[in-house]
Each structure stands twice: as structure tokens, then as C-alpha cells.
């Protein structure tokens, strides 16, 4: 049975009619194959359709899926298949087995009952588009599925075109007549006119004539039976292409030869090949260095994690002013350190242009006095002029980053000291003049150095490049310059040098800072307030830690502000697991990287093997940065973490936090 209709006024009628039918197809533009036995059930979709703009369906309805195949044999084209499995002829899951052996290609929606939802899935993941519920989808659900499966046919036709014009040609050839009759494909891909069936010795006359290369293929397969290939094509301009050529011999009949040849134009494959290994080997070697960047970086905030929090601890304490001068310049170095660590570890992030900076006010003389004091040792020691000159009209209090400013700084000091063994080293500050509500200020950094050959100028703003002579090495990991460059740059400001060999360099750059309340007073050691821990009791810790030095600077931190604390220490994850078995703690900090049992195994381990432990809150304590990252380590199960140096203040802060039950 065939129902068309195309208004909803046709929508009751039947039409046997030939002549209205063909009349009908030419009007409509979406043809449904329905195939289902319940008059009922094709009925409804009929009027549901009728409630969408999809009205205009022409709608050819079958009741068993031998008539719906016969349809489809007919060499009619339908928009989608609409499927019940259980028909008359065929029931189950084996309906949509036999219509897609036959018409692998078509849209297929099947229609299941309310007890056959999971025959549904399983038929959409054996090759049908989707499924629908009987007595579970209204006009708007039916609609939605059909405008996909229209999509689909829609893409799945632009991709035939596509196919067809992949630049692929073929031909055929009869050496007996020397007939030889080739697509237009194969004639544009050697640059020629397209031609009718000719013979080939008509085109080979001319024995520059492209089709030459032809004819050796063909003798080639001629020889052999087979010939297959990627070739070098030259087209009728001299253009030299790559073609893949899968050329046979067959014998239609017992005195006939016939050879039958494709040919594909594989230049551009061949390209994004060649690319795609590149590609591969650049993101392997990107790897390879994040690997190597991350490693480092982890080994060097261990041992950072001992200098920084005995600083801290140090500079607690009583101190003679001159031994409260040499620590606090330890604690300034220790941070300054941990910055550039920390852009090590994210050269990636900064390459890729993604630094965050800050807008703090911040007093420029005293991050210069700092900077000064930190570098003065290696200075004194080689007996250089070391000093700073700030213009008149430079402001004294910037809003910016000063951590980002002072990175800055300190790479190329830092360099003009190394590089320097004789002379001076001078540090300029200029006022370039307003541009717009900011300053434009111009840092130069002036040495009496070994100085930069002209051809290497360019070079020295590179990831891991070093200065290298003849008598000597020069220490560094060839990061600093390539990292001053990419925060100057991020900034809108320019950087560059002049160098003479044998006499110095002056390296500068200018940012832009805007100008803060000339009476701000920056304090150089802020505390930070932090909850106290509220109950009952002496506070019961966990430290899980391999590291003896991190144990001890970690164990009088924590004693220094709790008073009476209960502090247990692990050197393992395995130990760690054990004592939290057999104690009771408020707070577990754990590290990562351990011996035996690692942070990761062990946190696994409390949350899914010791049920009634669980619940307590565990911090992971490490110098793994990227665990900071997308809150990764809560996928661990650890509640948070703390980043190895840690800042006392923090550190306290979130033991309170999760001790008061704030989680």
C-alpha cells in the first residue's frame, strides 16, 4: 500500500493512481518509507507528521519487509527507512540484519515496542541511525530524528561528490587495436584536452607527448600481468606531480587483451604525509622537552621546599640585624629562584601566550634595592661597578607585575654579571612619556662584558640557546632570555640588544605600567590571616613524607604555629596507610613522588579500601605543578593540595580550613 500525500487536506486519502503518483513525485521533496504492519502505528505517524513542518512528506507504506525491499529493488530513493521488527514475514532483531545485507546504505530508524528499548541500542549500534519508542515519541521527537536522518543523506551525498572528484582517473586499452579510451580525469591530470576513444600511437607522435609515460606503464604491465605503482608524472607544462597508478591484464575473451588502468594524483597525500611525520616528530620532541622541563623543575622544588621554609624559619627568629640582612636576601633569592622555576616548568604556557599577569601597585625602588642586593656577592666577587640610575621623572609606585618585571630583570643582570669579568654593570630606568592612562618606561641593562658576535644577536632571544667560547662554558639552562622576551612581548613591549665583541652589551626593553597612589608603602613581608583551627584537643597530623630535610622544615613549621600539635611522620605511602589504620587524625598531608608506595597508590588505597578513614581530608604536599591544574588532583582523590616551597600562610589556612569541617 502506498499513501501520498502532500497537504493535510490529501492527508486521508489513498492514491492508486499511476499517473497522480508520478504527478506527486515531482512536487514533493522528501520520500518516507514506512514499513510496519499496524495499521494503527502508520497511521499516527501519518498525522504526527502532519503536526511538523514536515507535512509535505510523501509517505510510501508497506506491511512486510518483503514489500519494503521490493520497494527499494525498484530503485526508489527515500529520504529514511521507518523499520518495525516485528513484521509478519520477519520478527526480531534479524528484520534489520536482512534490510541492511541488502541496502547498507540507507537511513534506517527502527521502531521498537516499550519492552524492546534495549532491542533499540543494539540495533542502532549493528548499523541503524537511531530508534524510536512506539507510543513514545510525539511530533516534535519524530521530526527531530527525521531532519537528522535527512542531514545525514545530505553529508553522505556531498561525500560521494567529493569522492568523485578525488582526482582519479581510468582507461582502458586494447594493444591488439591500439584502442585506448580514457576518462576526462585522466587527460586534466596530465594537463591535456579530454578526448573520445582514439588509438595511442596517434598521441605518441609527438615524443614530448605526456601519455609517453603512459605507454611505458602499460608495457610494464603488459610484461608482468600487473604493474602498480607510485610514479613521478610529468603534465604537458613540465609540472612534475606524484601518481599512484592498481594497472591490469585481463582476456575478456581467449584472443583478447584488455588492459584497465587507474591513475590518482597523490602529490597533495603525499605532502600532508610528509607533514604528518613532522608533525609527529615536532609533538614528540614537544613532549620529550615537557617531560625533561617537568622532571627538573619537580627536582628542583624539592630541595627549594628546605632553603625557603628554613628561611622562613630563620627569619623568625631573634637576628642581629646583619644576620636578619643575609637571610632575608636568602628568603628574596629562594623566591626569585621559585619564579623562574615555576617558568620553566610552564615554557609551553608562555610560548603559547597564555600568561596571567597581575595589576598590583608595587614601589619600583624597592623591587631595584632587592634586585641589587641579590646580585651584589657575585658582583663584589669579581670586583664590578654595580649600580642603578632611575631618571628623575620615572614614578616610583607602577601598577603591574612586579614578579613578572622582576624576572625580567634579574635574567639579564643576572647575565651581565656572568658575562662580565672586568668593569661594570649598570641598570637605567627612563620615562618614555605617557600613552594614555599608562607609562611607557625604558629599562636598559648596560655590561663591560665578553660581549655578542653580530650573527648571534637574533639568536640569544631563543629557547635554550647558550653563550658558548672557545676557553669557556658559561652555566645556565639558555631559558632566561627567551622567557624575558616572551613576558616583554605579552606586554606590548619590545626587546632587543647592541653588543660589540670584547666591549659589552646593553640589553633593553620598555613596558607599558600605569602609575599608582605615590603614597602607597609596599610592606615586604605581609601576613596573611588564617582561621584557627577550632576543637577540642591537641590537633592530630599525618605527614607522609619521603624527604628527611622536607620532614623536618615541615614538622617545626607546624609546630611553631600549633601549639601542643600531634605530628606523625611516614616515609612512605605504605607506612603512611598503616598508621592511618591503626591512629586517628584530623589532617593527612601526603607527597606524591615516594618510595614503595606512592602519594597517588596510597590515597586510592584510604578512599577505597579503609571505609572508615575515608572522610579524613588528605592534601597532597608536592612539587608535581601540574596537579594544580583543572583541579586534577581531586581525580586522585585528594581534597587539595599544597604547591612544594609552600607558604606557611597557606599551608595553615587550608589545614584550618578542613580540620572546621569546610570542605
Not at 314 to 332: A, C, G, N
Not at 340 to 369: A, M, R, V
Request: proline fraction near 3%; glycine fraction near 6%.
Amino acid at each position: 500500500m502506498e499513501t501520498n500525500y502532500n497537504t493535510p487536506d490529501q492527508a486521508a486519502n489513498t492514491v492508486d493512481s499511476k499517473d497522480l503518483n508520478s504527478k506527486m513525485e515531482v512536487q514533493v521533496a522528501n520520500k518516507l518509507l514506512l514499513i510496519e504492519d499496524n495499521p494503527g502505528d502508520a497511521r499516527l505517524v501519518e498525522l504526527l507528521l502532519m503536526d511538523t513542518e514536515m507535512s509535505d512528506f510523501e509517505i510510501t507504506h508497506e506491511t512486510t519487509l518483503g514489500d519494503g525491499i521490493s520497494r527499494l529493488e525498484e530503485g526508489n530513493e527515500y529520504q529514511a527507512i521507518l523499520l518495525d521488527l516485528t513484521l509478519p514475514d520477519s520478527r526480531g532483531f534479524e528484520t534489520l540484519e536482512k534490510l541492511l545485507a541488502k541496502f547498507p546504505d540507507n537511513n534506517v530508524i527502527v521502531l521498537t515496542g516499550l519492552s524492546d528499548q534495549t532491542l533499540g541500542v543494539n540495533a542502532v549500534k549493528a548499523g541503524a541511525q537511531d530508534f524510536l519508542v512506539k507510543g513514545a515519541f510525539e511530533a516534535d521527537g519524530l521530526a527531530k530524528t527525521l531532519r537528522y536522518s535527512i542531514e545525514r543523506r545530505n553529508v553522505l551525498r556531498r561525500l560521494e561528490e567529493t569522492q568523485r572528484i578525488a582526482h582519479i582517473g581510468n582507461w582502458e586499452f586494447i594493444p591488439a587495436s591500439d584502442e585506448f579510451e580514457a576518462s576526462s580525469e585522466v587527460f586534466r591530470l596530465f594537463g591535456l584536452k579530454p578526448r573520445k576513444a582514439i588509438k595511442l600511437k596517434d598521441l605518441l607522435i609527438d615524443p614530448k607527448h605526456p601519455f609517453h609515460q603512459v605507454r611505458a606503464w602499460i608495457d610494464k604491465a603488459m610484461a608482468s600481468g600487473m604493474f602498480k605503482d607510485e610514479v613521478e608524472m610529468i603534465k604537458e607544462d613540465g609540472e612534475k606531480r606524484i601518481a599512484f597508478v592498481q594497472i591490469k591484464m585481463q582476456r575478456p575473451t581467449p584472443d583478447t587483451e584488455t588492459l584497465y588502468g587507474i591513475i590518482q594524483d597523490i602529490t597533495e597525500t603525499k605532502k600532508s604525509e610528509e607533514l604528518r611525520k613532522a608533525k609527529e616528530v615536532a609533538e614528540q620532541s614537544a613532549k620529550m622537552k615537557e617531560r625533561f622541563i617537568a622532571s627538573i623543575s619537580h627536582e628542583m622544588r624539592t630541595p627549594m621546599n628546605a632553603i625557603l621554609g628554613m628561611s622562613n624559619l630563620v627569619i623568625q627568629t631573634d637576628l642581629q640585624p646583619e644576620q636578619y640582612k643575609y637571610i632575608h636576601s636568602i628568603k628574596q633569592s629562594s623566591e626569585i629562584l621559585l619564579g623562574i622555576i615555576n617558568d620553566i616548568l610552564e615554557i609551553s604556557t608562555l610560548e603559547n601566550g597564555k600568561i596571567i599577569f597581575d595589576d598590583k601597585p608595587f614601589q619600583l625602588n624597592l623591587l631595584l634595592e632587592n634586585m641589587i642586593n641579590v646580585m651584589q656577592y657575585k658582583a663584589t666577587e669579581k670586583q664590578l661597578d654595580f649600580k642603578f640610575e632611575i631618571a628623575s621623572n620615572v614614578p616610583n609606585v607602577l601598577i603591574g607585575d612586579k614578579l613578572r618585571l622582576n624576572q625580567v630583570l634579574y635574567n639579564l643582570v643576572g647575565n651581565a654579571v656572568k658575562f662580565t669579568d672586568k668593569g661594570h654593570v649598570i641598570v637605567r630606568v627612563q620615562n618614555r612619556g605617557k600613552e594614555g592612562e599608562k607609562t611607557r618606561l625604558y629599562f636598559e641593562v648596560e655590561d663591560t662584558g665578553i660581549g655578542i658576535p653580530d650573527d648571534k644577536l637574533d639568536a640569544v632571544f631563543g629557547t635554550f640557546t647558550r653563550i658558548r667560547t672557545k676557553d669557556r662554558i658559561f652555566e645556565g639552562t639558555g631559558l632566561g632570555l627567551a622567557i624575558s622576551k616572551n613576558i616583554v612581548d605579552q606586554q606590548n613591549g619590545q626587546i632587543g640588544v647592541r653588543s660589540e665583541v670584547g666591549k659589552g652589551s646593553v640589553f633593553y626593553f620598555d613596558i607599558q605600567l600605569a602609575e599608582g597612589d605615590p603614597n602607597f608603602v609596599e610592606e615586604e613581608v605581609k601576613a596573611t590571616q588564617v582561621s584557627e583551627v577550632q576543637k577540642q584537643g591537641p590537633l592530630k597530623l599525618l605527614l607522609v613524607e619521603d624527604h628527611k630535610m622536607n620532614q623536618l622544615v615541615a614538622r617545626k613549621t607546624l609546630e611553631k604555629k600549633y601549639e601542643g600539635i600531634e605530628i606523625m611522620i611516614a616515609d612512605n605511602g605504605k607506612i603512611g596507610c598503616d598508621l592511618l589504620a591503626e591512629n586517628d587524625f584530623d589532617i593527612v598531608l601526603m607527597d606524591i613522588q615516594m618510595p614503595v608506595m606512592d602519594g597517588y597508590e596510597a590515597v586510592s588505597f584510604v578512599r577505597n579500601k579503609m571505609p572508615q578513614k575515608n572522610h579524613i581530608p588528605i592534601l597532597a604536599m608536592t612539587a608535581h605543578a601540574h596537579i594544580s591544574k583543572d583541579e586534577k588532583f581531586k581525580e586522585y582523590g585528594f581534597d587539595d593540595f599544597v604547591l612544594k616551597p609552600f607558604d606557611p600562610d597557606q599551608l595553615f589556612s587550608k589545614i584550618a580550613n578542613y580540620v572546621n569541617g569546610n570542605r
